[in-house]
């Protein structure tokens, strides 16, 4: 009887609060005997009907964890709910919920999208822990995580399945000292987990379905609560520390990311991994742009920079020509201009970012447009 009213309880209070928002669960969670899931229910309902509202309250996480929870929450699932596909057409089911040890509960969430067919979009895990008789919510990376190896290197603390590339770590650690100093900050203490991929880092942030992210690999994830999670288990995260580093101390309404990109992949590197897992340095990407532009002598840089043409495959992908020539003019801002100078550069503007920027290069290096491709050539032949 006592398990009957509880479960007409939970009908009622979903149904009257949240309407057609409310999160659907299946008889066979709601009937559990156990008197914790009534309070789960309610407040990953609550959460949910947050998320559809884009605007998700701290009150429902574990503090411990808070942070980094509504990062992940943010970073892949606001943007879903922003997007031309309506709320309405999007319904959410409890479709797992059990207890991992005393108190503590995984749950999962399904979102679905309702059109000529019912797709579905995301799946959710969560930790759910009653504290002081209140459930907090918390995502699942120390879970996962718990009996993975440590090893700190410097600053950064490495979590680990199988094995650490030492020489990499030391180098990132390097990186994130003199990219810190480079910048007038200290620098700070970071946790590391390695991942063999992108749907390794997902499902280790409680994400373990996303249609937007299906199929992708080559992502890591950071830096948020400063927690980073490797790009194609590579323990380099350099390229991202920079952005990190600069969103310190430089304005969002001025960035400019032209500029950005530039210095992140010269004091950083290209942030994929080549064929053999190894991070693209500078240096590799100078190189083989130098090879295009002599097997290419009437390629006009200019068009290419402002294009962006994908000439680079031959490194990965994803490597940018733009930002190659932009580390490249950032270097020579840099010797001939100083801190100073890269700030200025970073800082030229947003709103018509590439006429910002080449502006920003013309005052700063006195490379006037319609020079741009003679001096570049000569930059680049020259590295």
Known sequence: MKKNLVFLGILCALSMSYGQNSLMVSDRLLKSIDPVYPKIVLTLDSLYNQITSGNLNSYFFDTRRSNLTQAILNRYLTPEFNSETSNSDKTAQLINLYPIDKNKYFASIAILEKGSDVR????????????????KLSCPLFYHTQKWKHEKVGKINYY??????SSRAKLFNKKNNVIANKLGLSPEEFSFYMCDNEQEVLRLLGISYSKSRSGQIRNGFGIYDNLICSIMNNEDFSHDIFHYYSGEINSSKTRNWISEEGIAYLWGNAYYTDDQGEMITFDRMINSLSEYVID????????MFKENKKILSDLAAEVSVRSVISGLLANEVEQKVGID???RLINCGKENYILDYLKAVEELLDIPTKDFDKKVRELVLTF
């Open 341 to 343: 100078g890269i700030l």
């Open 120 to 135: 579905l979009a995301y799946v959710i895990d969560l930790l759910a822990e009653e504290i002081d008789s209140k459930i």
């Open 296 to 303: 290419n002598p009437d390629d006009d840089l200019l068009s």
């Open 160 to 165: 680990y399945q199988d094995s650490l590339v």
